[in-house]
């Protein structure tokens, strides 16, 4: 969503690079930019305003002017700022002191509540909680029936006394639901509401009634992240007419310009506390303004790639995995790749995934392109073939690669290709368990491949003998150089076709290589 902003703020921060001083021009024009990059994303006016003034003032204060590398103080400042704009501090859900804890969902129509509610229920149930999702949206034709399937695939608790389709009391449902949780024992209760227009004022009466029928304990507004400028007036209706505690964004995978997410907070005072961002019901989390900002910025959302890592594995496999790595690369078979693949795809979509690294924004196009059906390809492959193959798969000769190429629908060539990636990515993983370093990459403190490479590289450097004739020489050269690069590409984890010496590290990294 926000791959338009996050190009104008990379161009607009190219600009600086490399000035070791910047003037009040220089300045003015750098905030001009990212006005017009805020303004392009659909950012409220106000907010833009708001935030462009706090970014020069600050930029034309001492922490820029005295600053050794003025450049990178104006891209924190710019995230500093971002956070501040996004909301500041994580906003975390207000529990009752007293069972259950009410939830009431309120939007507009098709903001995606329902389903939201469903995913909402699911991430509480992570948390070691029992939801009840409520349906008193009795006004939508089969919303009843929807809730009840998306509580099913959630494997949440849902409370449906009423047909719907226009007939029931969504305010009498309200007041039920909370003494039927008190006796099954349901300690969250999240009320679904009827989606209404901010002008319509017999919904927006119904959505306050229910309101203090239950008092609940948090109201949230749940918005579409895809309304652009709109969200302002829709966020400040339901402001004035319900009241709420915190912001929910649906659909922040779509392709709008993400000017919704970057307003409501600064606008309505009210922070975002959830976001969702895909169509699987996993596909939602709590809002951290600074990973936010990060991702805005192209430096990657680590933190979160590590909280999903250690949500989808379990500890003591991946101490059996790294015990069975350092005993050495044949101890790692294509079962034990199958089942660290399948629990990478656990973690959610490839590209997504990936997103999350710092500096992947400058080849998002290869990312976007990546084709997720290739896991299944390969797992495919894997599980055609027999366990002596996956245990040695140096036994596997071109009969046994015909035979799986057609078990598993595929070229023979691509079950050549796995095996030979696998042995590669199989010596790269127990050269790292071992504390040999990354491949191509100097010994590093704590991480080994320093000192015993470094005499193992000069050791073969004095064997080998340079041809006496210069244009022989000069093309040993040129291959050598390149060899380097495309190890240097590989450590970094590039694609295929992406020149090393054009990666270049997001500028909030460059200070820390020197």
Not at 115 to 144: E, F, Y
Not at 493 to 509: C, I, T, V
Request: with cysteine.
């Amino acid at each position: 969503m926000f791959d338009t902003l996050s190009d104008r703020l990379a161009a607009t921060f190219k600009n600086l690079r490399g000035k070791g001083r910047l003037s009040e021009a220089d300045i003015d024009a750098t905030a001009r930019e990212i006005r017009i990059a805020l303004l392009e994303a659909d950012v409220a006016l106000p907010a833009v305003r708001a935030f462009i003034k706090q970014v020069k003032e600050r930029a034309l204060g001492a922490e820029v002017s005295q600053a050794l590398n003025p450049a990178q103080q104006v891209i924190k400042i710019v995230n500093e700022e971002l956070i501040g704009i996004l909301g500041g501090e994580t906003r975390r859900l207000r529990f009752a002191k007293t069972a259950p804890t009410v939830i009431m969902l309120a939007g507009l129509q098709g903001a995606g509540k329902t389903t939201l509610a469903g995913k909402l229920g699911r991430w509480l149930k992570a948390q070691g909680h029992a939801p009840l999702l409520v349906a008193c949206d009795l006004q939508r034709p089969n919303a009843v029936n929807q809730l009840a399937v998306v509580a099913e695939r959630a494997g949440v608790g849902v409370y449906a006394p009423q047909p719907g389709n226009g007939v029931g009391d969504p305010v009498q449902v309200a007041k039920d639901s909370i003494e039927f949780a008190r006796t099954k024992q349901y300690d969250i209760v999240i009320v679904d509401t009827a989606g209404r227009l901010g002008i319509d004022a017999e919904m927006m009466q119904q959505a306050a009634d229910i309101r203090d029928a239950v008092s609940p304990d948090e109201i949230l507004f749940v918005l579409d992240a895809m309304i652009g400028q709109d969200a302002v007036n829709t966020a400040e209706a339901f402001r004035d007419g319900v009241g709420f505690d915190g912001v929910v964004l649906s659909k922040l995978d779509g392709d709008a310009r993400g000017g919704a997410a970057l307003s409501v907070a600064h606008v309505t005072g009210k922070q975002i506390m959830f976001a969702s961002n895909g169509e699987k019901l996993d596909d939602f989390d709590a809002f951290h303004p600074d990973r936010m900002a990060s991702r805005i910025l192209g430096m990657g959302d680590m933190l979160s790639l590590i909280e999903k890592a250690e949500q989808t594995f379990s500890q003591d496999e991946a101490e059996k995995m790294a015990a069975k790595l350092a005993k050495g690369p044949k101890e790692f078979t294509l079962d034990d790749f199958l089942s660290q693949m399948e629990q990478v795809r656990k973690m959610g979509s490839i590209s997504k995934l990936l997103g999350m690294l710092p500096g992947m924004g400058q080849i998002k196009d290869q990312i976007n392109n990546l084709d997720e059906r290739d896991v299944d390809r390969t797992a495919a492959i894997i599980k055609s073939m027999t366990p002596a193959e996956r245990q040695d798969p140096t036994i596997i000769n071109g009969s046994r690669r015909a035979r799986i190429a057609k078990g598993s629908g595929v070229d023979v060539s691509a079950v050549k290709n796995l095996v030979e990636r696998f042995f590669d990515a199989r010596k790269m993983m127990s050269r790292m368990a071992q504390g040999g370093g990354m491949p191509g990459m100097p010994g590093m403190p704590g991480m080994g491949g320093g000192a015993g490479r470094k005499k193992k590289q000069q050791k073969q450097a004095k064997g080998k003998r340079q041809s006496g004739n210069p244009m022989k020489r000069k093309a040993e050269e040129q291959a050598a150089a390149a060899r380097r690069e495309q190890q240097a590409g590989d450590a970094l984890g590039l694609p295929a076709g992406q020149d090393a010496k054009n990666f270049e590290l997001p500028e909030e990294f460059k200070k820390f290589m020197g």
